[in-house]
């Protein structure tokens, strides 16, 4: 048995490096005589481990401290519901600009509580493009404008984030986050579930500047109240400890790979590598305009639908794993985050020629 080459869109492949050190730890850590999961989340030992993961965090994309870096549960679903509820007064508007399928859910979650205007969509054109900033329809008074800079399902992102004035901007950034340099200080608010860039599931990473907590009204559960989060450092009650632990690890990864910068080199390198075989090959095809292609999320499809089957059972023969589209669109998603090298996408365009000439 072993580890293969795996593109599955999440939970997605960590670091191998990070695997082995959280298994070497797993029974007793850290001089704890117990695994890191078995101590309680506010002893001096873990809340050490939990600061640190925050530091390093904040260090990896420059962090103002104007900002809370939380750490919670609920995955990203949960909080399309708890944005609006925290941040927007009864009756008031916030703006959503839908570029595929995750925004389409953020803001149908957030409808309950907040006035949903859509500022700006490309569904007529089957999102395969972000509407060009010049016709968002924008509204001053909006409570927030809420983005996806990477649209996980169609592979669509954001290469540039808009100004959007003084309006806070919220981004859902679960399958970017990490990737490539990020601008904190154009947000309102980030969010990212972990299950992408940062560790496994059941964790969910918010970054939160200091003047939206104080939006945050006293009759909502505490549970879903950003403010006591932030006032209680993320432990209001027991946080995914695991989760916590093995962020921190990826962390120290990401730092250890240059930080964000070289990550991002790193990620442009592996996406021109698929996105160019695919638009030369006159066989594999991406639906996406270039200048919105995600760098994370590569969806292609063959000449014909009956040469999928054969395609991801040779694939997985090959030791390529999970690259079936996701169910909403067909075809193939390659998903080639921080944890997927280059070599992995190289041996994924060797096996897509080599089919290629067999199914001509
Ligand atoms: C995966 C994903 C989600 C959903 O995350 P859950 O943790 O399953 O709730 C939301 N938004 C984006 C952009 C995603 O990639």
Not at 171 to 188: A, Q, W
Not at 348 to 356: H, N, P, R, S
Request: proline letters at 6%; glycine letters at 8%; charged letters at 25%.
């Amino acid at each position: 048995m072993s580890r293969q080459y795996n593109f599955s869109s999440g939970p997605a492949a960590l670091p191998e490096a990070v695997l082995q050190q959280a298994q070497a730890e797993l029974l007793e850590w850290n001089g704890a005589r117990a695994s890191v999961m078995e101590i309680s989340h506010r002893g001096k030992e873990f809340i050490a481990l939990a600061e640190e993961a925050e530091r390093d965090l904040r260090e990896l994309l420059a962090v103002p401290s104007n900002y809370k870096v939380l750490f919670l549960q609920g995955g990203a679903t949960q909080h399309f519901a708890q944005i609006p509820l925290n941040f927007a007064q009864r009756g008031q508007r916030a703006d959503y600009v839908l570029t595929g399928d995750w925004s389409e859910k953020a803001a149908k979650e957030a409808k309950p509580y907040v006035d949903v205007r859509i500022a700006a969509s490309s569904a007529a054109t089957h999102y395969d493009r972000i509407p060009p900033r010049a016709e968002w329809d924008l509204d001053p008074s909006a409570a927030y404008v809420h983005v996806t800079p990477n649209e996980t399902i169609r592979g669509v992102e954001f290469h540039d984030i808009p100004d959007v004035g003084g309006v806070p901007l919220i981004g859902d950034v679960s399958s970017t986050i990490l990737s490539r340099p990020l601008d904190v200080s154009k947000y309102g608010l980030l969010y990212a579930g972990a299950q992408k860039n940062i560790g496994p599931s059941g964790l969910v990473v918010v970054i939160v500047r200091d003047d939206l907590l104080e939006r945050c009204p006293k009759d909502i559960p505490k549970i879903l109240n950003y403010a006591e989060h932030a006032a209680q450092g993320s432990m209001l009650n027991t946080p995914n400890t695991w989760g916590w632990y093995l962020a921190g690890l990826v962390f120290k990864w990401v730092k250890a790979q240059g930080g964000v910068a070289a990550m991002a080199e790193r990620n442009r390198a592996k996406a021109e590598w698929l996105y160019d075989y695919i638009d030369g090959s006159g066989y594999y095809k991406n639906p996406v305009e270039r200048s919105a292609r995600s760098w994370m999320n590569v969806p292609f499809t063959l000449p014909r639908e009956e040469l999928d089957a054969p395609f991801l059972k040779e694939a997985e023969k090959a030791g390529l794993l999970a690259l079936k589209g996701h169910r909403t669109v067909g075809g193939m998603r390659a998903s080639i985050y921080n944890a997927m090298p280059l070599e992995g996408v190289q041996a994924l365009v060797d096996f897509m020629k080599d089919f290629a000439r067999r199914n001509g």
